[in-house]
């Protein structure tokens, strides 16, 4: 079998040795006598692998102790309500609009309070970050949220936004654990689980316990943050094989990469072998703002759409598949999360070259 290189946005690659392990346990985890999808969430062995799972993520991603962390259903869209019907404890909250998902989470929030989006940057198509330095933040916000990397445009934050007293609370499925990230910044961090960590079905969020048992009284049970983690992610079935996938990746980024800051540097360099390449040549465009550019989503249009369908076509065929760009940006783009290897950037590089010099 010949694997392919899979530029998804999602669901996307996961390490090779991941998937092998998974392979070998599928029938039978350790001396249980079934595999971890036939398992009880209540028994010892399933125990042990979503407490394993737990605090493998804490010291990945440096969690302090003062920080729940929960495993959710519903992927990071379900979050989108959870936020505010959790946070929303003045009644409004300040929203930053960078793409589709924080559109989004802004939009599914109005239906619980008000919502001031304090800055948005549709107006250049998307392709940079507001400056958050200079927005006028609402002084009785509950909380400021973002999306701290927009896998559909390809940008990321530089600086967040720092305001005492009001929580941030960052939507970083598309960006968590490519680098370090200071978990104290944050009130709160969601993320779907389906870019970075694992099988989509789930979504993780990481919330400061001051935060916690805010809800309203007729919030449902399974959107209330509190009634979940108060019971360690087992009120009612988990997403079992979801929590035990992320703990392999966990244990794979904390033995094989060595940690976050190791996976930064090999991060920063798959990204830049593709940036330095679209900048050197005239056929392939990147229109994000430089400053901005995503370290794992890289978008890029060639000259005209004809082209593009063209390229994504015999991309495929080379064994580069889902390089097509979101129906919202069009032309290409390239999903370089942690499992994509190196290799597969400087091959698409080669294959991108090769088109241009046909084509051009």
Known sequence: MARVYNFSAGPSMLPEKVLKTAQSELLEYGTSGQSVMEMSHRSPAFDAIIKETEASMRRV?????????????????????????????????????TGNFSNLAAK?????????????????NFTYIPDVKSLAYTPDASYIHICQNN????????????????????????????????????????????????????AVAIIRDDLLGNAAANVPT???????????????????????????????LE???????????????????????????????NPVEKPYRSLMNVTFTSPNADLDKK????????????????????????????????EGVEKLVDFMADFAKKNG
């Open 61 to 97: 991603l440096n969690v302090p102790d003062n920080y729940k962390i929960g495993f959710f259903q519903g992927g990071a869209t379900q979050q989108f309500a959870m936020v505010p019907l959790n946070f929303m404890t003045t009644g409004k909250a300040d929203y930053i609009v």
């Open 108 to 124: 599914e929030a109005k239906k619980f309070g008000e919502v001031n989006i304090i800055a948005n940057s549709e107006d250049k």
């Open 151 to 202: 896998t559909i445009f390809g940008t990321t934050y530089v600086d967040v936004p720092e305001v005492e007293g009001v929580p941030l609370v960052a939507d970083m499925s598309s960006c968590i654990c490519s680098k370090p990230v200071d978990v104290s910044k944050y009130g709160a961090i969601y993320f779907g689980v389906q870019k970075n960590i694992a099988p989509a079905g789930m």
């Open 222 to 252: 399974m959107m209330n943050y509190q009634a979940i983690i108060s019971k360690d992610s087992m009120y009612n079935t988990p997403p079992c094989w979801c929590i035990y996938m992320t703990g392999l990746v966990m244990k794979y």
């Open 255 to 285: 033995e094989d990469i060595g940690g976050l800051a190791n996976m930064e540097q090999i991060n920063v360099k798959k990204a830049g072998i593709l940036y330095d390449f679209l900048d050197s040549q005239s056929f392939f465009n």
């Open 311 to 342: 390229f994504c076509a015999e991309a495929a065929e080379a064994g580069f598949v889902n390089l097509k760009g979101h129906r919202l940006v069009g032309g290409m783009r390239a999903s370089i999360y942690n499992a994509m290897p190196t």
